[in-house]
């Protein structure tokens, strides 16, 4: 079924899908009004270029998005699909968006990709370049995509504007495209490759999120998948020769595993950023915990305990499957900005995208992330401060530079005991020399935090501030940190990319200052990079 083909059409399309309740398969008849999804030739009386839309972080033209999903590469192109409600600004009706770049940074909006059927949706999951023809759907020379999804039949409300289902159940299907992704079809109408695994490990049903990718060593495709809400941190191993007959290969159970599961194997680099000729894989969930371990095709072996990599709104990253570099870049559900409530026509957005490395640290093996390189093709004014001055004369000299979104780097000793205060647009990052620790909070929560200054505890819990305290970032006497600044988030590097902050913040438009305030330090470096929208001059990409 080309889901493209119904687009325009105004009638109802009968199902016949096959689903697997534990070993026995039920014949349903599921009805869906299709077309009514494809909302995308509806888009074009948007353009790019609204006062609150994020410059340089991805969002859609319209509605709502989510997760990141099927993140890959192909001959030149990178592929963005992402969870996202076709028909409003709220979370539901979850339908597979898509937008192509040739530098993840500079993206075009395409039709969306997978369309909810049945009385089910399209949840998250992963895609491929099917670079051996494994599936058997090869057209000429052009390698076909292989996206996997999470078939979401779920008797709760809210889901979305289709009759539910008398029962909650999830499988696993497939969707691929034989024209590099500008069509999809379902793959045997819609019907599982992976059943739904039966209610022992979880009673609800809720098994999602497939992470997919080809493992060279044992040349088979293997799929991770996280077992449910219900489960109590299951994740099962697949195996696979055609993509279509899968496999259980073994499963472990991680009670901090919730949704999302990613798995990737990358190189050990030293504490400076070089090779060390050894690589390991990394395990995670959509929170960002994680554990580094061995992976031989089948099973995984964590060799240290885990650890949280997740400070701040971020959520259900993704990796990049065939990046043509060697690079692992990796994109997250950047959450709770409320562009709503500025009258904004779209919701939500993502992070930017980052290189992810493991650096050896003692005895331990740590995530690092950092902003891809491609940022520099935003770079627009730029200004670097003399190097190795005091912080009065930093903040005298920043009293010119005046920005909306930039990219700034700073490294600094500090010097005495009162607390240095960086002032970015209204949000306020603080060193603290007594513990030697960073304090982040964002302008939002700056004044939300004066609204409820002398009330109850349960005042102060029930509007939500959120801050932030990193400990432990002097290193070698300096501190580093690099901010991306947008006009809804800010993203916090620190050292290097050893403890990394996002954050959803609306700066106001009015306040585009940097200060330095507070104590005494030496700025042995201070660089910023005004950054210009991504989005073609701010129009709508043709």
Same mark, same amino acid.
């Given at each position: 079924?080309?889901?493209?083909?119904?687009?325009?059409?105004?009638?109802?399309?009968?199902?016949?899908?096959?689903?697997?309740?534990?070993?026995?398969?039920?014949?349903?008849?599921?009805?869906?009004?299709?077309?009514?999804?494809?909302?995308?030739?509806?888009?074009?009386?948007?353009?790019?270029?609204?006062?609150?839309?994020?410059?340089?972080?991805?969002?859609?033209?319209?509605?709502?998005?989510?997760?990141?999903?099927?993140?890959?590469?192909?001959?030149?192109?990178?592929?963005?699909?992402?969870?996202?409600?076709?028909?409003?600004?709220?979370?539901?009706?979850?339908?597979?968006?898509?937008?192509?770049?040739?530098?993840?940074?500079?993206?075009?909006?395409?039709?969306?990709?997978?369309?909810?059927?049945g009385h089910g949706y399209p949840f998250s999951g992963s895609g491929v370049?099917?670079?051996?023809?494994?599936?058997?759907?090869?057209?000429?020379?052009?390698?076909?995509?292989?996206?996997?999804?999470?078939?979401?039949?779920?008797?709760?409300?809210?889901?979305?504007?289709?009759?539910?289902?008398?029962?909650?159940?999830?499988?696993?299907?497939?969707?691929?495209?034989?024209?590099?992704?500008? /069509? *999809?079809?379902?793959?045997? =109408? $819609?019907?599982? +490759? #992976?059943?739904?695994?039966?209610?022992?490990?979880?009673?609800?049903?809720?098994?999602?999120?497939?992470?997919?990718?080809?493992?060279?060593?044992?040349?088979?495709?293997?799929?991770?998948?996280?077992?449910?809400?219900?489960?109590?941190?299951?994740?099962?191993?697949?195996?696979?020769?055609?993509?279509?007959?899968?496999?259980?290969?073994?499963?472990?159970?991680?009670?901090?595993?919730?949704?999302?599961?990613?798995?990737?194997?990358?190189?050990?680099?030293?504490?400076?950023?070089?090779?060390?000729?050894?690589?390991?894989?990394?395990?995670?969930?959509?929170?960002?915990?994680?554990?580094?371990?061995?992976?031989?095709?089948?099973?995984?072996?964590?060799?240290?305990?885990?650890?949280?990599?997740?400070?701040?709104?971020?959520?259900?990253?993704? /990796? *990049?499957?065939?990046?043509? =570099? $060697?690079?692992? +870049? #990796?994109?997250?559900?950047?959450?709770?900005?409320?562009?709503?409530?500025?009258?904004?026509?779209?919701?939500?957005?993502?992070?930017?995208?980052?290189?992810?490395?493991?650096?050896?640290?003692?005895?331990?093996?740590?995530?690092?992330?950092?902003?891809?390189?491609?940022?520099?093709?935003?770079?627009?004014?730029?200004?670097?401060?003399?190097?190795?001055?005091?912080?009065?004369?930093?903040?005298?000299?920043?009293?010119?530079?005046?920005?909306?979104?930039?990219?700034?780097?700073?490294?600094?000793?500090?010097?005495?005991?009162?607390?240095?205060?960086?002032?970015?647009?209204?949000?306020?990052?603080?060193?603290?020399?007594?513990?030697?620790?960073?304090?982040?909070?964002?302008?939002?929560?700056?004044?939300?935090?004066?609204?409820?200054?002398?009330?109850?505890?349960?005042?102060?819990?029930?509007?939500? +501030?959120?801050?932030?305290?990193?400990?432990?970032?002097?290193?070698?006497?300096?501190?580093?940190?690099?901010?991306?600044?947008?006009?809804?988030?800010?993203?916090?590097?620190?050292?290097?990319?050893?403890?990394?902050?996002?954050?959803?913040?609306?700066s106001e438009l009015d306040n585009k200052s940097i200060t330095i305030t507070?104590?005494?330090?030496?700025?042995?470096?201070?660089?910023?990079?005004?950054?210009?929208?991504?989005?073609?001059?701010?129009?709508?990409?043709?």
């Amino acid at each position: 079924m080309i889901l493209s083909k119904w687009i325009g059409r105004s009638r109802f399309r009968e199902l016949a899908l096959l689903l697997l309740s534990g070993s026995a398969f039920a014949c349903a008849a599921l009805a869906a009004d299709e077309h009514q999804f494809q909302t995308f030739p509806g888009y074009t009386d948007v353009e790019y270029d609204q006062p609150y839309r994020p410059k340089f972080h991805f969002t859609s033209l319209k509605h709502w998005i989510n997760d990141p999903n099927g993140l890959l590469y192909y001959e030149g192109e990178y592929h963005l699909f992402f969870q996202h409600n076709p028909l409003g600004q709220g979370w539901g009706n979850m339908t597979w968006g898509h937008a192509v770049s040739t530098d993840m940074v500079h993206w075009k909006q395409l039709p969306h990709a997978i369309l909810p059927y049945g009385h089910g949706y399209p949840f998250s999951g992963s895609g491929v370049v099917d670079h051996n023809n494994s599936l058997g759907k090869q057209v000429s020379d052009t390698k076909t995509l292989v996206l996997m999804y999470s078939y979401a039949l779920d008797k709760r409300e809210h889901f979305g504007v289709l009759a539910r289902p008398t029962e909650t159940s999830y499988y696993q299907g497939i969707a691929y495209s034989t024209d590099k992704g500008r /069509t *999809f079809q379902l793959l045997n =109408d $819609g019907g599982p +490759v #992976i059943p739904n695994q039966g209610r022992e490990v979880d009673p609800l049903g809720t098994e999602r999120d497939p992470k997919l990718f080809w493992h060279e060593a044992t040349r088979k495709w293997v799929a991770v998948l996280w077992m449910g809400e219900t489960s109590k941190g299951h994740i099962r191993f697949f195996t696979s020769e055609d993509l279509q007959h899968w496999t259980v290969a073994s499963e472990l159970v991680r009670p901090w595993a919730h949704e999302c599961v990613n798995l990737v194997e990358l190189p050990i680099l030293n504490e400076a950023g070089k090779p060390l000729g050894r690589k390991k894989w990394l395990l995670h969930d959509g929170g960002f915990h994680y554990e580094v371990g061995s992976f031989d095709g089948k099973e995984f072996k964590s060799e240290q305990p885990m650890k949280s990599d997740k400070l701040g709104d971020w959520n259900a990253a993704q /990796t *990049f499957n065939n990046s043509p =570099d $060697g690079r692992t +870049v #990796i994109i997250g559900w950047l959450p709770r900005a409320a562009f709503f409530r500025r009258k904004m026509p779209f919701s939500e957005q993502l992070s930017f995208p980052a290189t992810l490395e493991l650096r050896q640290s003692g005895a331990r093996v740590e995530l690092y992330r950092w902003p891809i390189r491609e940022i520099e093709s935003l770079y627009a004014g730029a200004w670097a401060l003399p190097k190795n001055i005091g912080a009065g004369e930093s903040n005298t000299r920043l009293a010119d530079i005046r920005v909306e979104c930039a990219d700034l780097s700073v490294e600094f000793e500090p010097k005495g005991q009162k607390d240095i205060v960086f002032d970015l647009r209204g949000s306020l990052l603080t060193y603290s020399p007594a513990n030697k620790s960073l304090h982040f909070i964002s302008s939002e929560n700056v004044a939300k935090k004066k609204a409820v200054a002398g009330k109850s505890p349960q005042e102060l819990k029930k509007l939500r +501030v959120d801050e932030y305290t990193i400990p432990n970032v002097l290193k070698n006497g300096v501190v580093k940190f690099r901010i991306l600044i947008d006009r809804g988030s800010m993203e916090l590097f620190i050292n290097e990319g050893e403890v990394v902050l996002t954050h959803s913040v609306i700066s106001e438009l009015d306040n585009k200052s940097i200060t330095i305030t507070g104590g005494d330090a030496v700025i042995k470096s201070l660089e910023v990079h005004e950054l210009k929208s991504s989005w073609n001059s701010e129009k709508r990409n043709k």
